[in-house]
């Protein structure tokens, strides 16, 4: 019944060719000799060269890296343990007031979040800097974790946990042995996307960020405002290529332990037998 | 004890640095522009006791808005900002729908690997993929290198800078969020729903049409709002893509507080901005309460 028609097969070959071809034409370009981006000159490397030559691309990435991993290290703490107690923690006072500030962030204009955050920063008198960056990265990015997260602990089977007690476990004990393992691939999935929105964001680092904290985006955007440029293709060319292995890895292993799991639970069932 | 930690450190990070902005982007959209630092007036003196609120709010006033309402430039930015947010959504469910349907249409093995597909640009960089089409777009670039070279015009097109490509810009970056939930919607679909349809002689478009489309409305729907409510806000695509000609009101905020520094008018769009989301965003909820209610 289910046929791949000639209609299909064309929307499917156009629909990934608009979403690929301008990616491709980008990494094509870093490889161009000419300055002139629309001007084929033959193959070469050297806006790589160019680029790690570059000391403020450089400085605007290892800000970016530490923005990166601070933050997102921060929000998958938070962010866990905000679905922790969004699935577990039942009743308590101010909870749609809770699960409101957890989904409202994922719909906000940056633009709002960046202004709003950076006239607290002011009202406090926090000077702005990779740690206002970074509290910025982990309000907005701990929310994405939280969703992660309680999607998989809404599928998880308690009896499990209430097993561990009952053989004598304490509550702490009876997450780290058996509710962390359960939920690692989602935590670390949590991870790898806050990490990735915080490499990515520019306007709410814009608002966060001081003189002295520039990160990659912003010094991205700034430089192709005034036009496309070689060493940014190349530089797109290396980010597009870091992240696409980071994809393919994380699909096959999350695949790989899916695998493993079906199996070990094949196995318990026929030992049970 | 453990429990309320539990609840109380992410608690207290989202109030403190989600709900308390709000509060006083809210406060200081009510304030007057003053050219001072902080650059406005009054500010809430708490040092100053009772009298210091007493005083505060004796100098809040509405003159911000009332500003926004006669100046034309921030409602135009407002009906372009909607206007582009439709549009582009629209155009996004156009293009989207028949992908997300025919990904359906492939050997179950195949599935996976089309859905990293259409996921793996969500990965990359945002500000990376809207850079990649002023390439392509511009007056030297390869669309019009292209059809010059076809002889189909012998003059470049102006399509970098117009709204032409900030539509192009905001479909090509949004298209996995309006693929994504109709996919899922259409994979559950029960094929012997389309046989029966056939079988009682209805032609393929007309199943398509009573059956398919239908059945898939909830993935619609979720897509639609995916799209709209972070188009209306956006920031990145109208400035790089848009030029100037381009009204959005994301880009209208950014440049009351960095290029006018007027804090109190980027304030008061900021509320005005949430005010307009406030409904979709909740239609947007109790479309996926209500999927969840269907589903457990």
Redesign the interface.
Known sequence: ?????W???T??SL??A???L??I??II?SFNASKL??VWAGFSTKWYGELFRNEAFLDAAWVTIRVAVMSSTLATI??T??A??LVR?GQ?Y?RTL?SG?????L?M????TG???L??F??IGLDRGVVTIV??H??FS?CYV?VVVSSRLVTFDRSLEEAAQDLGCT??ESFRLVTLPIIAPAVLSGWLLAF?LS??D??IA??ASGPSSTTL?IK??SA??L??SPE??AL?TI??GI??V???TA?IMT?RAAVKQMRDEQAAERAGE | M??FI??S???A???A??????A??IK?SLSDTVIAI?PYAPTLDLAGGWAGIVEFFQGVDFETFEFLTSDDLYWKAYLSSLKIAVIATAITLA??Y??A??????APEWR?T?L??????F???????V??????L?Q???IN?ALLWLGVIDQPLTILNTPTAVYIGIV?TY??FMILPIYSALEKLD?SL??AAEDLGCSRFTTFWLVTWPLSRNGIIAGSFLVF??T?????IP??LGGSKTLMI?KV??EE??SNRD?PV??AV?VI??LI?IIP?IL??RNEQKQREAEG
């Open positions: 019944m289910r046929r791949l028609s209609f299909n097969a929307s499917l629909g990934f608009f979403l690929y301008p990616m034409i980008l370009y981006v629309t938070l962010g343990m905000a922790y107690v923690a308590f101010g809770f500030m957890i989904y409202a962030p719909v204009p940056e633009v709002i202004l709003s955050l006239l607290l002011i009202g509290l910025a982990t309000t701990m939280s509550p702490m990735t490499l990515d520019l306007v814009s608002f985006p991205i955007y192709v405002r036009g496309v940014i293709n797109s980010m597009i992240v696409t980071g994809v393919v699909s695949k | 453990r429990r539990l609840i450190v992410p608690y990070w989202l109030l640095l989600f709900l308390i902005p709000f006083i982007v200081i902080p293009v989207g028949p992908i349907y025919g990904m359906t249409r492939v996976p089309l990293m597909l259409v996921i793996l640009p990965w990359t960089s945002f500000l990376i993929r850079y990649a089409w002023m390439g392509i511009g030297d670039g390869l290198q090509y298209l996995p094929d389309l046989e409510i972070p209306l806000g956006e920031f990145v400035s790089l994301g905020l950014w507080f960095f804090w980027a304030s900021a901005l949430l989301l965003i947007f909820q």
